[in-house]
């Protein structure tokens, strides 16, 4: 359902990292502002920091695919990620993986970290009725079973993409209320394309932005300025 013109009462900045992954949303919504970044946690740092220093915004909203750890979490399903954490950054000694935090390298809750996690703190999105969970940000996806259990050990994720906590970082810095909406097209670790599903997930993707966009419409700009209580990282 397009919104055309009465989405311009409020900034909302939707961002991915391809245009493939929202392209049938772009062109139902085109008077919604939209940045495609690139792959990765570099381009989607750079990419965002450089447009949300040229322009405020009201909301952004960061949308793709995604790979699920958990069978709770079935294919096709569309999510909102709470809190998420950059998955590989740290050290690794004889197949053991020390994050950055463990180590002593960084403190886990200097801002914006809270534990070592990047949590929306922003809680309007409970209303919408999609599954919430924990995130990791990755910058190899591999069907590595090593990598695949240490990320689990760590981090004990739902889901994992290439950009999410890139998003939290930066949003999180600029204190902009934002979301990230993935949708689940494969489990994480399989990379045998034919068992994934492109297709389902990222029309399911389209329909949920429908609906989150329109909530978004209904509360209006103020709703995202006032401060919001958040409990700690890892409980929602």
């Known amino acids: 359902m397009p919104f055309k013109l009465e989405i311009c009462t409020m900034e909302i900045l939707l961002v991915a990292a391809t245009r493939q992954e929202i392209a049938r949303f772009v062109t139902e919504n085109p008077m919604i502002e939209y940045l495609f970044t690139g792959v990765g946690v570099p381009a989607t740092i750079y990419q965002l920091q450089k447009r949300l220093h040229a322009k405020k915004y009201d909301l952004v909203i960061q949308a793709g695919i995604a790979g699920t750890y958990t069978e709770d979490i ?3 399903a569309v999510t909102l990620v709470v809190q998420d954490s950059f998955g590989d950054l740290g ?3 004889n197949q053991e993986f020390t994050s950055i935090f463990d180590s002593g390298f960084s403190d886990p809750n200097a801002f914006p970290f809270s534990k070592g ?3 929306n703190r922003d809680h309007w999105f409970h209303r919408l009725n999609l599954p919430l969970v924990t995130g990791v ?3 190899k996806v591999t069907d590595s079973p090593l990598q695949k259990k240490q990320i689990q050990q760590h981090f004990d994720p739902d889901i994992e993409t290439m950009e999410g906590a890139a998003c939290h970082f930066v949003c999180l810095q600029e204190h902009i209320p934002f979301l990230q909406v993935r949708s689940i097209s494969n489990e994480a670790g399989v990379r045998d394309k034919k068992l994934w599903d492109f297709k389902g997930s990222i029309e399911n993707l389209r329909t949920a932005l429908d609906t989150i966009l329109g909530s ?3 509360l209006g700009p103020a709703d995202f300025n006032k401060p919001h209580h958040s409990p700690d990282a890892t409980t929602f």
Do not use: F, K, P, R
């Open 74 to 76: 079935d294919i096709g």
């Open 91 to 93: 050290m690794e000694e």
């Open 117 to 119: 996690w990047l949590v």
């Open 137 to 139: 940000t990755v910058n």
């Open 216 to 218: 978004a419409m209904q």
